[in-house]
């Protein structure tokens, strides 16, 4: 059904949306994916991540027009970069909130 799956590709995208939009799971291959045994649970702890701030930044011309031809997520791209500096100068590490109980 995989092979099948594969070769049903359609649109701009090569995606088959008929196969991704059927309510069966055969054909999906769970190989790579690793089982979640009860020692899993036990070790894994819930979190909620934080949402971004919305802020006015002002960047020199060229740098904003150089992450725009990249194309879209240049935002992302932006925000990537300063994580990364963040984390290269040695900031602590971005704490994650507890989901409630």
Do not use: C
């Amino acid at each position: 059904m995989k092979e099948k799956a594969l070769k049903q590709k359609s649109g701009k995208t090569g995606t088959n949306w008929e196969f991704l939009l059927s309510p069966s799971d055969e054909g999906i291959d769970y190989s790579d994916i690793p089982k979640l045994d009860d020692e899993f649970w036990k070790k894994a702890k819930p979190w909620v991540p934080r949402g971004k701030d919305s802020i006015t930044l002002r960047l020199d011309h060229e740098v904003l027009v150089w992450f725009k031809k990249l194309g879209k997520g240049y935002q992302t791209r932006i925000n990537a970069v300063l994580r990364s500096y963040v984390e290269h100068a040695g900031a602590p590490a971005k704490k994650r909130a507890a989901r409630p109980s």
